[in-house]
């Protein structure tokens, strides 16, 4: 009897010591979940609390913070076992897929899921299910959580998005009354102007996977990419009037995502729908969330090896607490929602956890055969003379996606696709090319990232249809059939070449670097010109919008005119050269008056209600976070009533927006402003606020088809049919050549074409007194790549897309195509810098 009271003793200290101190999220919190919002530190706090009580079987991973100095992290989940041997499973992991040197200890390893929350910050309800998880993978006696501890290594990401996550909920418990309002009309369900929903800066993460533009993305990848998960699971809300989507996904799907992966996306969703029948919960599968565009949280996961999947419960920012529903009649609260991730949650680990080794095993499959037998080209190169700066730029996102390249080595002639003719043609591979061989891990995410027209199953998609690589950063490129192994040699750094205190320094501009070298050395007060015509000095030729920095009208800076260009060249990896003379060999001399003497603007962008956020943050972001230049945000509706001040600026941007933005009652003032030398560049649709408007030179074009032809039997409308129709007027996301002129400075560093990606039809007629620097010609000469609606397609032809319109000493410059798209467009950013610093 002695024996056994010892044995019961034992066994009740150990289920003590496995719950030792754990609260529910309730007990921690002071309420119940979905009773409130909870901030983001409160989050954290629970996630440390747990881990507190569950030192052995948890690892919490800093890895970073956002702007606004919020902590990021996930926290690790396992038995006891997998924790203690976290760091061999994860370095097992990417050994065996040819990641990491050397050769996996073992080849039983547990499965390695990540579930990632909150993305969109006002899609709150999930950091809350996050709660809900991580206290249900703990409770005592539940041994469907021990079975997933036990076959997998569980990454939880409570927040990825903390800034607008705390944005929208600081904002929802200020305005929300003692009991929720569920009426659709009450404040708490209508957030202000910009919402939570995206960064600090505006912009949307969900989408920044692949291309990495944005803080919060590129210290999330950097440990992504420590792991390479086997499956991923998106979490997300959407209208609130939908009930729930979960995989297997819609139409079209990437050619290049296996039969596994399709396979086990089934699985899921069949144990996710299995969740959800036993509780009566609605849901829907393979509608509107396709597997496409490779930069959401499903597809670059998929295009990595693993399995990935987007969830997504009806609700929102603007359901609150809780909110009646029409289509539904009743009432959608926070709570059920809640309920809804978590379950799909704990339904996908589950799927997981029962075979785990089949997870593994197809995984490094995947990367087996993509380094032993890769899709697409074989070899990729990359011409790097005269684009130093792209090429600098293209290397930094493939090395932030550890796609392996190098260098040729060695002159050599070669046979490959142009990327620019888009035919195959004899090249000349120069020793420093940058080369990328497709023998590699990566190698299938390498050949989405550079091809140039994916197959699309489905015109119907979710986002957009083309994002060729080499396109979007302007790039001379060859794909080659046959396998061409790089070396490690790399481009050897260009310093200025210094001739004592030299008369001048030339810097090149051709690329969004350069930009970054205008921007600094103007703040630095240095007087800054730019050649307007080519020149030669020598056997050297300079391309229009060439920076010159002279000596002369900088003497007051002494020394520091050589140290501040010196530095900041150094910094940014921009070639200059430095020359004894103010004498060309051909061109202009550089006091002719054909050589520019450039500004330091001072910029403002309007931003507020009527502005569309993620136009105001591709413009905020990029002159913060690149240019590293002062730019004064201006809420058009702010409490100075809208004013403008146009003594106090040189340059106003307005991002697309509604036409309300400037009133009718500011325009006298804004001509006035025009006429005595002030820049207005208008972004997509603020170009209509201009279009057609007396005094303005913007014009649609007319629409010359009679409208009022009547129906007959060949063209009545089937009603199944009406979302494909609806595409007609589309263009998600194609690619289009435009033809640029690159003699105005608007053109300036470019050849005479642009690749743009074009997102919007619109229908705009060439300038009759303007300068059009870019525009579309016939379909045939123009299109490229990507989905575009047949009504979409006869608006491009011969069309503008960025013109220049004197207003006495001003400008207006219509940009009706957006070159900063996603800021990933990198090659449209030198564009939109000549708008701000070039066009005088």
Not at 153 to 166: A, R, S, W
Not at 200 to 215: C, F, I, K, S, V
Not at 238 to 256: Q, R
Not at 369 to 392: H, L, M, R, W
Request: net charge neutral; hydrophobic share 35%; proline share 5%.
């Amino acid at each position: 009897m002695k024996h056994l009271v010892l044995s019961f003793l034992c066994i009740f200290s150990s289920l003590d010591t496995f719950s030792q101190g754990l609260q529910s999220p309730e007990q921690f919190l002071g309420y119940p979940l979905g009773g409130r919002f909870t901030p983001h530190h409160r989050a954290v706090a629970y996630l440390e609390h747990v881990a507190a009580a569950f030192p052995s079987k948890t690892k919490v991973i800093a890895y970073g913070s956002t702007h606004e100095a919020r902590p990021l992290m996930v926290v690790a989940l396992g038995s006891e076992e997998n924790i203690k041997n976290l760091e061999q499973i994860r370095t097992d992991n990417l050994k065996a897929i040819g990641m990491l040197e050397g050769k996996p200890s073992t080849a039983n390893r547990p499965a390695i899921v990540w579930l990632s929350y909150n993305i969109h910050g006002d899609e709150a309800v999930s950091t809350e299910a996050f709660l809900k998880v991580i206290h249900e993978l703990f409770e005592k006696g539940n041994p469907k959580s021990e079975k997933i501890l036990k076959n997998t290594v569980v990454i939880l990401d409570p927040c990825l998005n903390p800034d607008g996550h705390d944005r929208y909920v600081n904002w929802y418990n200020s305005v929300a009354g003692a009991t929720p309002n569920p009426t659709p009309q009450a404040r708490e369900h209508a957030q202000p102007w910009p919402g939570g929903r995206f960064t600090h800066y505006l912009l949307d993460p969900n989408r920044d996977w692949a291309w990495q533009t944005q803080e919060i993305t590129q210290q999330r990848m950097a440990l992504y990419t420590q792991w390479y998960p086997h499956v991923h699971g998106d979490f997300h809300e959407m209208g609130a009037d939908s009930p729930y989507y979960f995989a297997p996904a819609a139409k079209p799907y990437h050619e290049d995502i296996s039969k596994w992966q399709r396979d086990l996306q089934d699985i899921i969703g069949d144990y996710n729908k299995k969740y959800f029948d036993q509780r009566n919960w609605l849901y829907y599968t393979r509608e509107r969330f396709d597997l496409f565009y490779p930069s959401y949280g499903d597809t670059y996961p998929m295009y990595s090896g693993a399995i990935g999947m987007t969830y997504e419960r009806g609700g929102g920012g603007y359901a609150g607490l809780a909110v009646e529903r029409a289509t539904e009649g009743d009432t959608l609260t926070l709570k059920f929602r809640i309920d809804n991730q978590a379950g799909a949650s704990i339904a996908t680990l589950e799927a997981i956890a029962d075979r785990p080794a089949k997870v593994v095993e197809e995984f490094v499959k995947y990367f087996e055969k993509a380094q032993s037998n890769p899709v697409g080209f074989k070899s990729y190169v990359i011409k790097t003379a005269g684009d130093e700066g792209k090429v600098k730029a293209l290397a930094d996102l493939l090395t932030k996606n550890k796609i392996r390249f190098g260098y040729a080595g060695k002159a050599s002639n070669a046979q490959g696709f142009s990327y620019l003719t888009q035919k195959d043609e004899s090249f000349k591979v120069d020793a420093e090319d940058l080369v990328v061989s497709s023998y590699q891990p990566n190698s299938t995410m390498l050949k989405i990232f550079f091809e140039v027209k994916p197959l699309l199953e489905d015109s119907v998609t979710y986002d957009i249809t083309s994002w060729c690589i080499p396109l979007a950063y302007g790039v001379k490129c060859y794909g080659l059939k046959d396998r061409m192994n790089p070396v490690a040699k790399p481009i050897s750094a260009s310093a200025a070449v210094t001739v004592g205190k030299p008369y001048a320094y030339i810097a090149t501009w051709q690329s969004a670097e350069d930009a970054k070298f205008l921007a600094a050395v103007l703040k630095k007060k240095i007087k800054a010109r730019a050649a307007e015509k080519p020149f030669q000095i020598g056997t050297q030729k300079y391309g229009a919008g060439t920076i010159i920095l002279t000596r002369a009208g900088n003497e007051n800076l002494g020394d520091d005119f050589d140290k501040v260009i010196a530095e900041n060249a150094a910094r940014l990896g921009v070639k200059i050269q430095s020359v004894a003379s103010g004498a060309v060999t051909d061109g202009s001399d550089f006091g002719s008056d054909f050589v520019l003497i450039l500004k330091t603007p001072r910029v403002a962008l309007l931003a507020g209600e009527g502005t569309s956020n993620l136009s105001v943050g591709e413009v905020w972001h990029y002159f913060e976070q690149e240019l590293n230049y002062p730019i004064t945000l201006i809420d058009p509706a702010g409490r100075s009533g809208g004013v403008i001040p146009f003594s106090k600026i040189d340059v106003l941007v307005v991002p697309q927006s509604a036409g309300t933005v400037l009133k009718e009652s500011q325009m006298p003032e804004l001509k006035a402003w025009l006429r005595q030398g002030g820049k207005l560049i208008l972004l997509e649709s603020a170009t209509a606020i201009l279009a057609d408007k007396e005094g303005f030179g913007l014009k649609t074009k007319k629409d010359d088809k009679k409208s009022d032809k009547k129906a007959d039997a060949d063209s009545v409308k089937i009603y199944a049919n009406r979302e494909r129709d609806a595409v007609s007027e589309e263009t998600p996301g194609s690619i289009y050549k435009f033809k640029i002129d690159n003699t105005h400075p608007l053109g300036f560093g470019y050849p005479d074409y642009y690749h743009a990606l074009v997102n919007n039809a619109y229908s705009y007629e060439l300038l009759k007194e303007g300068w059009n620097v870019g525009y579309t010609k016939k379909e045939k000469e123009s299109y490229v790549a990507g989905f575009v609606g047949k009504a979409a397609k006869e608006k491009l032809n011969n069309t503008l897309m960025f013109g220049v319109e004197d207003f006495g000493r001003g400008k207006v410059i219509y940009l009706a195509n957006n070159p900063m798209f996603r800021g990933f467009w990198y090659n449209g950013k030198l564009l939109f810098s000549n708008a701000i610093f070039m066009v005088n």
